[in-house]
């Protein structure tokens, strides 16, 4: 049974930085693709960027130049390095593999609240 647990929101003013965190604690974590998602209130949840094993990135549009994720394999952690953040992107900040469904198991997410 896969656990995710993301910390590392808060809140930040507009143009600042933020780092979310998540540990993924199943077997096959180490060599599969972990993607970053996040869902604003009343919206669908989206994408936002995600890295293989081998440390390939893939950004969605809206973040690419500003956002930096990566991981720790022996850790069986995630990252997500956001800098210029805008306040339309408020939301809860969920890790899980690429491709993840809504039917499959999510963490609590971790809220990054962005000021203007």
């Known amino acids: 049974q896969v656990q995710l647990v993301e910390f590392g929101g808060g809140l930040v003013q507009a143009g600042g930085s933020l780092r979310v965190s998540c540990v993924v604690s199943?077997?096959?974590?180490?060599?599969?693709?972990i993607a970053w998602y996040r869902q604003a209130s009343g919206k669908q949840r989206e994408v936002v960027a995600d890295i293989t094993s081998g440390g390939f990135t893939t950004y969605a549009d809206y973040v690419k130049g500003r956002f930096t994720i990566s991981r720790d394999k022996a850790k069986n952690k995630v990252y997500l390095q956001m800098n210029s953040l805008k306040p339309e992107e408020t939301a809860v900040y969920y890790c899980n593999f690429r491709g993840a469904r809504n039917y499959d198991t999510w963490g609590q997410g971790t809220q990054v609240t962005v000021s203007s």
């Open positions: 199943r077997s096959s974590s180490r060599t599969t693709a």
